[in-house]
Each structure stands twice: as C-alpha cells, then as structure tokens.
C-alpha cells in the first residue's frame, strides 16, 4: 500500500505545480503538459499524447482539463485521474473563490472603475478567441455560413434550446455536407486501466444525469438541484473551446438571477488574471450565487457540478477511441459542431460581453487597445487583466 501512495502522492505534486503555473490558455497548458509528460517524464510518447488530445478535442468540456485528467487516469486509475484533475484545478479555484469573496466585501462595484477594466479585458480576451477559433475552424464558405447562421439564431433566440438546437444542427450539417481531412492515426498499446464495461457505464451515468437533474430541476425548486443542473449541462455542451462555456453560463446563472451580469463578467474577467483552467470560473460564480449553496460550498459545489461530465465522458470514452476515431462520420459531425459553436461564441460576444463593458467611446477604444496588446502584441492575459484593471480604475 505505501508503494501505491507514493506514485500518487507523487503525480498530485507534478499536476500542483503545474495548477500554479501554468498560465496562457488550454493550448498553453498543452504545451506544458508534453514537457512534463513527454519531454521530462516520458510516460507517453508523441503518438500517445496526441491520441489523448485528439480525443479530448472531439469530447464536449476543457479539453486541457481533460488531457490532465486522462494522463492521471491511464496512469493509476480513477486514483490518478482525480488526484491529477485536483491538482490541476483547485489552485484557480481557490483563487477565484477569494476574489468572489473579495468582491462581496467591497459592496456593489458595478460602477468602479477597476470592474469596468476587468469587464474591458474580459471583450478582448473573447475577441481573441472568437478570431482564432474562426480562423482554425471555419476555413471554406459552408463554415462559415454554419457560424454565421449558428450566431444569428441564438442572438435572435437567446435561450439555451436554442444554443443546443444550433450544435445538433451543426453536427447534422457536417455530417451531410462537410468532408473531413485524411488523417494517419498511430496505433495505441493496451492499458490495463481501461475497460469497456466500465467505459460504457460512464457513458451511461452521463446520459443518465444529464437528463435526470434536468427533469428534476424543472420539477422541483431545490437550489442544490437547479445550480447542479444548470452547470452539469454547461459542461456537457461546450464543444471548441472553454470560452463556449461563456453563453451556457450566462444563460444558466445571470438570466435565471442568481448573479447579476456586472458581477458575472468582472468575475469572468478575473478569470484570465489565474493560471490554470477556464471553467474554474465556475466556482467564482457558485461562490457569488445569492441564495444557499453559495460560498466556499458553493464555488466547490458548482466546480464539480461543472467537471462531473468531461470526468465520465473521457473516461467512457478512452476505451472505444480507437474504433471512433477512424470513423469518418464522427469527424465530419465533429467539424460542424466546431463551426456551430464559433457562432455561439460571436453571439455571446456581442450579448453580454461587448453590450455590458463597450458603454462609451472611450470605453470602445479601451477594449481596442486590450485587443491589440492581447492579439498582436502577446501580452499574456493574466497581465492584460491586472493592466486593464489598474487603467480601468485610473481612467474610469
């Protein structure tokens, strides 16, 4: 037993350091994750990785989460996983749970300054990813079109049926009329932690809880129930990216009442500020909420609301990944979603990200030149955002 504890033991202080560092985004914390698991510890090989990140790219969630998560898995199991995706994420978590706190001390700073910095910072960042997921994902006139129609409907149509309705669309509309690049697929070794009858009842305990808290939640008025509802089908939906999460969680939390948008978006905005995964933005705003769970309990609460579908998805998955991912329906399904959900992350940048912040002229120019350092400069956006908050409450 004590030979067990130490590997995991072990692998919880790898994903630590990396949870505190590693700044810049999922494609960054990919980047560090070959480092340490390719370069440094060479428990996989390229081909391996690159399997992993391809699965976790085609799977709904944080892909970089994901990744974290499958390498614990594969590693030690169920041990591994959960160790490598707490490592990984409390960290953020943590942090974003204070400033939630720090923010509720201060009273109503809607009208701060440094809030309508963060706000700013917050319309660059998502400018940001709105450019590179469209150059990456819509490359020919039928992407595009599948975007800009995604993004019309929802903005029409702001509800979450209608963000669901234009991701089926999407995957519809690239299975029929989109054809996927031929791609070499390296073959994988057997692992002795994955099991596809364990595979399949992770898959079916996803279905099963996306749809049972969904009834429950429109049949009953529990909070515990609605809050886990509501971020466990955020998490089930977000395809090309973390910022998608952005439009579920403003429908989820800011339209229901549970966070006021002022609020939302400064905490979005602090977000980009902490290393370590976007969807840790969830626990800012379980910790914001204004009715029970709410706090420390709450921000935990939603975290894990919000990871419980990409835990049971990549674990269901790991052992059917080799059979799907030669499938060339699958990938064309795949490359309309990703298409589809670049328009649902035009829509949302417009409503309520650019709606709320860009309130003036100089506060258009502000979020210009956020774009410009954050785009063509490189600044990172953690440094962005503690910039934009100081210019923000020196300006403003």
């Given at each position: 037993?004590?030979?067990?504890?130490?590997?995991?033991?072990?692998?919880?202080?790898?994903?630590?350091?990396?949870?505190?560092?590693?700044?810049?985004?999922?494609?960054?914390?990919?980047?560090?994750?070959?480092?340490?698991?390719?370069?440094?510890?060479?428990?996989?090989?390229?081909?391996?990785?690159?399997?992993?990140?391809?699965?976790?790219?085609?799977?709904?969630?944080?892909?970089?989460?994901?990744?974290?998560?499958?390498?614990?898995?594969?590693?030690?199991?169920?041990?591994?996983?959960?160790?490598?995706?707490?490592?990984?994420?409390?960290?953020?978590?943590?942090?974003?749970?204070?400033?939630?706190?720090?923010?509720?001390?201060?009273?109503?700073?809607?009208?701060?300054?440094?809030?309508?910095?963060?706000?700013?910072?917050?319309?660059?960042?998502?400018?940001?990813?709105?450019?590179?997921?469209?150059?990456?994902?819509?490359?020919?006139?039928?992407?595009?079109?599948?975007?800009?129609?995604?993004?019309?409907?929802?903005?029409?149509?702001?509800?979450?049926?209608?963000?669901?309705?234009?991701?089926?669309?999407?995957?519809?509309?690239?299975?029929?009329?989109?054809?996927?690049?031929?791609?070499?697929?390296?073959?994988?070794?057997?692992?002795?932690?994955?099991?596809?009858?364990?595979?399949?009842?992770?898959?079916?305990?996803?279905?099963?809880?996306?749809?049972?808290?969904?009834?429950?939640?429109?049949?009953?008025?529990?909070?515990?129930?609605?809050?886990?509802?509501?971020?466990?089908?955020?998490?089930?939906?977000?395809?090309?990216?973390?910022?998608?999460?952005?439009?579920?969680?403003?429908?989820?939390?800011?339209?229901?009442?549970?966070?006021?948008?002022?609020?939302?978006?400064?905490?979005?905005?602090?977000?980009?500020?902490?290393?370590?995964?976007?969807?840790?933005?969830?626990?800012?705003?379980?910790?914001?909420?204004?009715?029970?769970?709410?706090?420390?309990?709450?921000?935990?609460?939603?975290?894990?609301?919000?990871?419980?579908?990409?835990?049971?998805?990549?674990?269901?998955?790991?052992?059917?990944?080799?059979?799907?991912?030669?499938?060339?329906?699958?990938?064309?399904?795949?490359?309309?979603?990703?298409?589809?959900?670049?328009?649902?992350?035009?829509?949302?940048?417009?409503?309520?990200?650019?709606?709320s912040a860009v309130i003036s002229p100089g506060a258009a120019a502000f979020a210009l030149f956020a774009f410009l350092l954050l785009q063509f400069w490189k600044m990172p956006p953690w440094a962005l955002?503690?910039?934009?908050?100081?210019?923000?409450?020196?300006?403003?």
């Amino acid at each position: 037993m004590t030979r067990n504890r130490a590997p995991l033991f072990s692998l919880f202080l790898i994903y630590l350091r990396l949870g505190l560092t590693s700044f810049g985004g999922p494609v960054a914390h990919l980047g560090y994750f070959r480092d340490e698991f390719v370069g440094r510890k060479k428990w996989l090989t390229d081909e391996a990785y690159a399997d992993l990140v391809a699965l976790c790219q085609f799977l709904p969630g944080p892909a970089s989460s994901q990744v974290s998560y499958a390498i614990g898995y594969l590693r030690h199991g169920w041990a591994g996983g959960i160790l490598a995706w707490c490592g990984f994420t409390l960290p953020s978590a943590i942090a974003l749970i204070l400033f939630a706190y720090g923010l509720a001390a201060i009273g109503d700073a809607s009208g701060a300054g440094w809030v309508l910095g963060l706000k700013l910072a917050a319309v660059a960042v998502v400018a940001k990813a709105v450019w590179g997921m469209a150059t990456k994902l819509c490359r020919n006139r039928t992407t595009v079109t599948f975007a800009l129609v995604a993004g019309a409907v929802v903005l029409l149509f702001p509800t979450v049926w209608a963000q669901i309705g234009v991701i089926l669309c999407g995957a519809i509309g690239g299975w029929i009329l989109l054809s996927p690049p031929d791609t070499k697929w390296s073959r994988t070794e057997p692992n002795p932690n994955l099991s596809h009858r364990t595979g399949l009842l992770c898959l079916i305990s996803f279905a099963v809880l996306l749809v049972g808290f969904w009834i429950a939640g429109s049949l009953l008025s529990s909070s515990y129930i609605q809050y886990f509802d509501a971020f466990y089908r955020s998490g089930s939906l977000v395809f090309g990216g973390g910022h998608v999460v952005l439009p579920l969680l403003e429908e989820a939390v800011v339209q229901t009442g549970w966070v006021d948008q002022s609020t939302f978006l400064a905490g979005y905005g602090a977000t980009q500020a902490v290393p370590g995964p976007l969807f840790t933005f969830s626990a800012f705003l379980g910790a914001s909420m204004n009715q029970s769970p709410a706090g420390w309990f709450g921000g935990l609460y939603c975290l894990v609301a919000i990871y419980v579908p990409s835990i049971l998805l990549v674990s269901g998955l790991l052992p059917f990944w080799d059979r799907i991912r030669t499938n060339r329906s699958a990938k064309r399904a795949l490359a309309g979603t990703n298409a589809a959900v670049v328009g649902l992350l035009l829509a949302a940048f417009y409503n309520p990200v650019w709606i709320s912040a860009v309130i003036s002229p100089g506060a258009a120019a502000f979020a210009l030149f956020a774009f410009l350092l954050l785009q063509f400069w490189k600044m990172p956006p953690w440094a962005l955002v503690i910039l934009s908050g100081l210019a923000g409450w020196a300006v403003f």
